[in-house]
């Protein structure tokens, strides 16, 4: 792996290919070359090094590792990326990283491993993930951890991609069933980070929900309205519990634009 090193001195990398070093060879953990660090932190002009030396770029999961950059080029290295290797790219726009090999997927699927398009999320480039979703990229696809890419930018704290990609509802289909509570969880991970207290009292509020549906159960009566606008309507009452006029859900007003887009 040691070209890596060489990714801000051309003469240095040069010496290395003259002499032997292989860009393609695997590290131990997973199908990822040099040539994948380079397509990662390196500049154009190196890739274009390796390339030329007859390196191959079906190798290594090169797409994958274009989209997790987050430098101002990294829609022109996913493109100069995807373009050198269309009928293989194509193929893998929607598959997991390590996908393609069963005995590297297996290990490291606890990690967390994503799409293309999870990581241009996750990234926060907007560019390279319009690009993907150009290219066939599917925003449903979920992660070992059933998280979509629309997850990993709320995660990743990339409100503009997150509602980019829910904009997609209507047009790429989804299941939104299965989709729904995982969006709910993510929303709240993202938002405890500054809302703590708020996120307690809407725990106790849900436990007494729970409860009351519970004993409305047992009299033959069903809640129509979901859990959410149930909370917003409690806190309207003049006989409230948690003895507030403020709904818990509206003191989180730095994500009010992204929490109604999704709710």
């Not at 390339?51 to 100069?80: C, F, I, P, W």
């Not at 629309?150 to 509802?169: F, K, N």
């Not at 159960?217 to 979901?226: M, Q, Y």
Request: charge should be positive; glycine fraction near 6%.
């Amino acid at each position: 792996m040691y070209p890596r090193y060489t990714f801000d001195d051309t003469a240095l990398l040069e010496w290395f290919l003259k002499h032997g070093a292989n860009p393609n060879k695997r590290c131990h953990v997973r199908d990822c070359t040099p040539l994948s660090f380079a397509v990662l932190e390196g500049s154009l002009e190196v890739m274009k090094i390796l390339l030329e030396n007859g390196r191959s770029s079906s190798q290594g999961q090169l797409l994958h590792y274009a989209a997790m950059r987050k430098t101002t080029d990294s829609l022109a290295v996913l493109e100069y990326i995807y373009n050198k290797c269309l009928e293989i790219n194509a193929s893998n726009i929607n598959k997991l990283l390590d996908q393609g090999s069963p005995e590297y997927f297996a290990m490291n699927r606890r990690a967390g491993l994503g799409t293309p398009l999870h990581y241009a999320a996750r990234a926060g480039s907007l560019d390279s993930v319009q690009f993907l979703v150009g290219k066939g990229g599917n925003p449903w696809i979920l992660d070992p951890y059933r998280r979509t890419a629309c997850g990993w930018a709320i995660y990743g704290e990339q409100e503009h991609v997150a509602q980019y990609l829910q904009s997609l509802r209507n047009v790429v289909p989804s299941n939104p069933e299965k989709q729904e509570f995982n969006t709910y969880i993510l929303i709240l991970i993202t938002i405890s980070r500054q809302h703590t207290q708020t996120l307690r009292r809407i725990s106790r509020e849900c436990l007494r929900i729970r409860k009351y549906d519970s004993n409305q159960a047992n009299e033959g009566r069903i809640a129509h309205n979901n859990l959410f606008e149930r909370i917003e309507a409690r806190h309207q009452h003049p006989d409230c519990i948690v003895g507030s006029s403020q709904s818990p859900l509206n003191t989180m007003t730095g994500h009010a634009p992204l929490i109604q887009s999704l709710w």
